[in-house]
């Protein structure tokens, strides 16, 4: 096909951004410590550009010895300084290939190209970086690689420029800025204090001013503390009410941010080979999941958002985004909203017909035991060692803890029907899943001691890339539900899974 | 075909009340042995106490390597049968059925077509016993592999066979 290539000259020079902006913190550590006298400033500056010639020089060298070819079978890379590794990655193996410029290489139109093949802990080819237009084309060969393979049936040449048109697919679901702001406003997070905390930490170990010393700390507060105290009662509640309308603010603003940097131009579309998501504000990502490597929906929701109707649609898939175990595909939306993106995955919502089946109620007494006890324990020393009347606080935390796990019974249940299986759970935010039967790897049936005796059990089923489990289930009916699951699995190959939704990949939805 | 779990309860039970069958009674005794060296420590710790303390006066002499010892025979010697009584499999065509487990019991099925790969596995002990492990391997992330014990080691060559050949005749 081509010979081996090398990535975009530019990386070097990000490659050498890069270790500088490692070694700033260490020389500014320097620079403001006593090592080396007087004379610091000077070790400081050396050290910052002996860094920047090293990682400079490193990085040249690495990217003179890193090249890629794209072969006819698969894609190879060679990389490595002192010890070389070459690795081959064929293109039935590739599920997705996703495309990510941070703020510094998208300065320089260019993008990092991951392929990702599902092999765990990072275990996946990419090549930083490449310019964006050799981006999107090595994604585009790999996409008509793998068709290839699996639709040699389409006439190839007339078909190839109108699928490239309808790559740009129908927008499913995007995010204006109004959206974002009102997103952001649940997205309350007082994370900032946190950074500000690690920060002075930080500022602790470089200067001499000692954050932790409490008496210096105590001499400001008596001085501040006299001042407050001579404003009287009424200006110290306003003045408590400020501080924490201030703290609201702080949050709120701090989430507002969070999510514009995130979810900047959210955009979700269905295009033939999948679903491609665009979003970030300074990193930009862009990551297409083919339909049929979807495994399951979660959809969630938070406990404020919910009362407005807000929920959160996530992807199951092999593939990792980010640290997540799932994609997310529509982070704020109304459940009209989700419905359209659920039936293009090819998945059905749960609907009137759907016939729920509850969690036993003999889980449900047990459960509320189980969390009441502690509380009812802690009734009896508190009785007899507390004052009186202090024995009621452990004691409505029990009434609470009982209350709540009745009222939870309401919401945890499960349905199955012929494809499809339904889980949700949860009090004040439920949760639920959605997995196709098929898709299924194994069945588990789990009883502790109490369960055992008291015939209910949790369900445990195996699903690529997530978890499903259904807890409380009686006995009998989780038999039925796995020899029901079972019968579905054990009918279709594993191998043939991709096969059976590709050749219907809009039958399943209509 | 009609796949709603109500559809034929009394059938699909069988699946589930079907016999278990039980594992190499080599099994128990290879717990034992695994045991028994668990144990070792535990009572090298006691004998060092029990000499430690013996001078003090604070407990009577014996009464440490004595309870430790309690417990080790009792591990040693009931609890492996228990484990052994309470493991089963169930093996048919398209399916391996593993249930384990004494308080916490678990009963896992696994269809063939959904293994991945498999492993036969033989310890130091399972050799000496002539018994082995076969381990099935899913894309799942929950059960991503279900082991099962206390195979002879003929069988569970012979099974690791079939299972693939499963595999092969559905993947073809």
């Given at each position: 096909?081509?010979?081996?290539?090398?990535?975009?000259?530019?990386?070097?020079?990000?490659?050498?951004?890069g270790s500088?902006r490692?070694?700033?913190?260490?020389?500014?550590?320097?620079?403001?410590?006593?090592i080396?006298?007087?004379?610091?400033?000077?070790?400081?500056?050396?050290?910052?550009?002996a860094?920047?010639?090293?990682?400079?020089?490193?990085?040249?060298?690495?990217?003179?010895?890193?090249?890629?070819?794209?072969?006819?079978?698969?894609?190879?890379?060679?990389?490595?300084?002192?010890?070389r590794?070459?690795?081959?990655v064929?293109?039935?193996?590739?599920?997705?290939?996703?495309?990510?410029?941070?703020?510094?290489?998208?300065?320089?139109?260019?993008?990092?190209?991951?392929?990702?093949?599902g092999?765990?802990?990072?275990e996946?080819l990419?090549?930083?970086?490449?310019?964006t237009?050799?981006?999107?084309?090595?994604?585009q060969?790999?996409?008509?690689?793998?068709?290839?393979?699996?639709?040699?049936v389409a006439?190839?040449?007339?078909?190839?420029?109108?699928?490239r048109?309808?790559?740009?697919?129908?927008?499913?679901?995007?995010?204006?800025?109004?959206?974002?702001?009102?997103?952001?406003?649940?997205?309350?997070?007082?994370?900032?204090?946190?950074v500000l905390g690690?920060?002075?930490?930080?500022v602790?170990?470089?200067?001499?001013?000692?954050?932790?010393?409490?008496?210096?700390?105590?001499?400001?507060?008596?001085?501040?503390?006299?001042?407050?105290?001579?404003?009287?009662a009424?200006?110290?509640?306003?003045?408590?009410?400020?501080?924490?309308?201030g703290?609201?603010?702080?949050?709120?603003?701090?989430?507002?941010?969070?999510?514009?940097?995130?979810?900047?131009?959210?955009?979700l579309?269905?295009s033939?080979?999948?679903?491609?998501?665009q979003?970030?504000?300074f990193?930009?990502?862009?990551?297409?999941?083919?339909?049929?490597?979807v495994?399951?929906?979660v959809?969630?929701?938070?406990?404020?958002?919910?009362?407005?109707?807000?929920?959160?649609?996530?992807?199951?898939?092999?593939?990792?985004?980010?640290k997540?175990?799932s994609?997310?595909?529509?982070?704020?939306a109304?459940?009209?909203?989700?419905?359209?993106?659920?039936?293009?995955a090819g998945?059905?919502?749960?609907?009137?017909?759907?016939?729920?089946?509850?969690?036993?109620?003999?889980h449900?007494?047990?459960?509320?035991i189980?969390?009441?006890l502690?509380f009812?324990?802690?009734?009896?020393?508190?009785?007899?060692?507390?004052?009186?009347?202090?024995?009621?606080?452990?004691?409505?935390?029990a009434?609470?803890?009982?209350?709540?796990?009745?009222?939870?019974?309401e919401f945890?249940?499960?349905?199955?029907?012929?494809?499809?299986?339904?889980?949700?759970?949860?009090?004040?935010?439920?949760?639920?899943?959605?997995?196709?039967?098929?898709?299924?790897?194994?069945?588990e049936?789990?009883?502790?001691?109490?369960?055992?005796?008291?015939?209910?059990?949790?369900?445990?089923?195996?699903?690529?890339?997530?978890?499903?489990a259904?807890?409380?289930?009686?006995?009998?009916?989780?038999?039925d539900?796995?020899?029901?699951?079972?019968?579905?699995?054990?009918?279709?190959?594993?191998?043939?899974?991709?096969?059976?939704?590709?050749?219907?990949?809009?039958?399943?939805?209509? | 075909?009609?796949?709603?779990?109500?559809?034929?309860?009394?059938?699909?039970?069988?699946l589930?009340?079907?016999?278990?069958?039980?594992?190499?009674?080599?099994?128990?005794?290879?717990?034992?042995?695994?045991?028994?060296?668990?144990?070792?420590?535990?009572l090298?710790?006691?004998?060092?106490?029990?000499?430690?303390?013996?001078?003090?006066?604070?407990?009577p002499?014996?009464?440490?390597?004595?309870?430790?010892?309690?417990?080790?025979l009792?591990?040693?010697?009931?609890?492996?049968?228990?484990?052994?009584?309470?493991?089963?499999?169930?093996?048919s065509?398209?399916?391996?059925r593993v249930?384990?487990?004494?308080?916490?019991?678990?009963?896992?099925?696994?269809?063939?077509?959904?293994?991945?790969?498999?492993?036969?596995?033989?310890?130091?002990?399972?050799?000496?016993?002539?018994?082995?492990?076969?381990?099935l391997?899913?894309?799942?992330?929950?059960?991503?592999?279900?082991?099962?014990?206390?195979?002879?080691?003929?069988?569970?060559?012979?099974?690791?066979?079939?299972?693939r050949a499963?595999?092969?005749?559905?993947?073809?």
């Amino acid at each position: 096909m081509s010979g081996p290539q090398r990535t975009a000259p530019v990386s070097v020079v990000l490659g050498a951004i890069g270790s500088v902006r490692s070694a700033i913190f260490p020389a500014l550590a320097i620079a403001f410590s006593g090592i080396g006298g007087s004379s610091r400033l000077l070790v400081a500056i050396g050290v910052g550009i002996a860094a920047a010639v090293i990682g400079t020089a490193v990085s040249y060298i690495g990217w003179r010895r890193l090249t890629y070819t794209i072969g006819e079978a698969d894609i190879r890379l060679e990389s490595g300084i002192l010890s070389r590794s070459a690795r081959s990655v064929p293109y039935e193996r590739i599920q997705d290939v996703s495309l990510e410029a941070k703020l510094l290489p998208r300065l320089f139109g260019l993008v990092s190209v991951k392929f990702e093949t599902g092999a765990g802990a990072g275990e996946d080819l990419a090549l930083q970086y490449l310019s964006t237009a050799e981006g999107e084309r090595l994604r585009q060969l790999v996409r008509e690689r793998r068709d290839e393979d699996q639709a040699a049936v389409a006439p190839a040449d007339p078909a190839a420029p109108e699928r490239r048109e309808a790559a740009e697919g129908e927008v499913l679901f995007a995010m204006g800025p109004r959206r974002l702001i009102n997103f952001g406003l649940f997205e309350f997070s007082l994370a900032v204090f946190a950074v500000l905390g690690g920060l002075l930490q930080y500022v602790d170990n470089v200067t001499k001013i000692d954050i932790w010393n409490v008496d210096l700390w105590r001499s400001w507060l008596e001085e501040q503390g006299s001042f407050v105290a001579s404003l009287g009662a009424y200006a110290q509640v306003a003045g408590a009410i400020a501080g924490l309308f201030g703290l609201i603010v702080v949050g709120m603003a701090s989430g507002i941010i969070r999510t514009f940097l995130r979810d900047w131009g959210f955009t979700l579309t269905r295009s033939p080979r999948g679903f491609r998501r665009q979003r970030g504000l300074f990193t930009r990502t862009d990551v297409v999941m083919p339909v049929h490597r979807v495994q399951a929906l979660v959809i969630g929701t938070g406990l404020m958002r919910y009362r407005f109707g807000w929920h959160a649609l996530n992807f199951v898939s092999l593939a990792q985004d980010d640290k997540n175990e799932s994609h997310v595909v529509a982070p704020f939306a109304t459940m009209d909203e989700i419905a359209p993106i659920v039936a293009a995955a090819g998945f059905r919502l749960p609907d009137t017909q759907t016939r729920w089946h509850r969690a036993s109620k003999l889980h449900r007494t047990d459960k509320a035991i189980a969390d009441s006890l502690p509380f009812v324990l802690a009734v009896i020393p508190t009785a007899i060692f507390a004052p009186f009347g202090f024995a009621l606080i452990p004691l409505g935390l029990a009434v609470l803890a009982v209350g709540a796990n009745l009222y939870a019974w309401e919401f945890r249940r499960h349905a199955i029907d012929a494809t499809q299986i339904f889980e949700s759970h949860g009090l004040l935010s439920p949760t639920s899943q959605i997995a196709t039967r098929l898709k299924l790897h194994s069945v588990e049936i789990a009883q502790g001691p109490i369960a055992r005796r008291r015939g209910y059990a949790t369900v445990h089923l195996g699903l690529a890339g997530g978890t499903f489990a259904m807890h409380g289930v009686p006995l009998a009916a989780a038999r039925d539900l796995r020899a029901g699951v079972i019968e579905t699995i054990a009918a279709t190959d594993y191998s043939q899974l991709d096969q059976a939704r590709d050749s219907v990949p809009d039958g399943v939805a209509a | 075909m009609d796949l709603t779990p109500d559809n034929t309860p009394a059938e699909r039970r069988d699946l589930d009340d079907g016999a278990l069958t039980r594992l190499h009674p080599n099994y128990a005794h290879s717990l034992r042995v695994q045991t028994t060296l668990m144990a070792i420590p535990f009572l090298a710790g006691a004998l060092v106490l029990e000499a430690a303390l013996r001078d003090e006066g604070l407990v009577p002499t014996g009464v440490i390597i004595g309870a430790v010892m309690l417990v080790a025979l009792v591990l040693i010697i009931r609890i492996p049968s228990r484990r052994y009584n309470a493991r089963g499999y169930q093996i048919s065509a398209d399916r391996l059925r593993v249930v384990r487990g004494l308080l916490f019991r678990s009963d896992t099925v696994v269809p063939f077509s959904r293994v991945q790969h498999i492993d036969v596995e033989q310890g130091p002990i399972e050799r000496f016993f002539g018994i082995a492990t076969l381990t099935l391997h899913t894309a799942g992330n929950h059960n991503a592999s279900v082991t099962l014990p206390g195979l002879g080691e003929p069988l569970a060559r012979e099974m690791r066979e079939d299972i693939r050949a499963h595999i092969r005749r559905e993947s073809l």
